[in-house]
Structure formats: C-alpha cells, structure tokens
C-alpha cells in the first residue's frame, strides 16, 4: 500500500517526486485509512497545508531549521549549551522532524497530537512541538558527557 500511494503521488507531482520522509508520512496515514484516502490526504498535506517550497527545493524546510536553531538558543540555553559544547549542528537534530512531520521515532500517538494542532493552528506548531521534545530531554542532555545520538 504504501509504495501504491508513493508511486501514484510521484506521478501525480514529478516537480516534487520521491522526498525521503514522505514514506513516514504515508505510513502514518495509512494506519488509519486505505491507499486512495492516504494518497488524497498526503495530495492536501503537500500541495495545501505546507509550504510550497518544501519539499520540492527544501527552502522551506532550510529556513524552518534555521529558525528553529535561533528559538533553541533563545528559549534552551542549556540546551544550546550542549549542542555547541559537542560541535552539533540543531540542524541534524530537527531536518529529520521537519521532513518527516513528526512521524519518524515519535510515538504515533504523540504524532496525532502535533497533527491536530498543526491543522488547527499552522506550521508554528512544529516549532513549538520541537522545543517541547527539547525541553523533555533537557536533564539528559545537560548530563552527556559525549554526542548523544538518541536525538536522532
């Protein structure tokens, strides 16, 4: 099923084609709907709901990672702290949560979550979403003595 719904939406959309993170999407979807609702639902997501450039040159997803590494050291210090200490870049941390919405190594319960907020009050939610998860690691991360790579 759901190389069914990619093959159709890279057929559907050429200019975008296959984004790695879009498999995550669509198996998220269809753990609650068959192939042609995921597909029209993965159709609005990409071609209503995001961006324009975000997938089809990542602009949009590189600004969204700049902007995230800016509230990361204005709302996180010690965070920030940690990151720079250990010579990690947020951007390694958070691409995979912007690509992917959410879907990949979150519980798909915590997913839903941040997807009814963000359909209800727009793509700031990610940020806010990402800082949240941030936040709940805090005490561990402050605790690395290395690169923590769970974050991953």
Known sequence: MLKNVLTAYVR??????????????????????????????????????????????????????????????????????????????????SVQWVVCLFTRNIQPEVTDGIWDHWFLRGSKIFFKAGLALLLLLEKNLTQCTSFCNYLL
């Open 12 to 93: 559907r959309n050429p200019t975008i084609g296959y984004c790695q993170g879009l498999n995550y999407i669509v198996g998220h979807l269809l753990r609650y709907t068959g192939e042609e609702e995921a597909f029209w639902m993965l159709c609005f997501i990409i071609e209503r709901v995001l961006p324009l450039d975000h997938y089809s040159c990542m602009i949009g997803a590189l600004v969204d990672q700049k902007i995230f590494a800016r509230l990361i050291r204005k709302t996180l210090p010690k965070v920030w702290g940690v990151l720079k200490k250990y010579r990690v870049n947020p951007h390694m941390i």
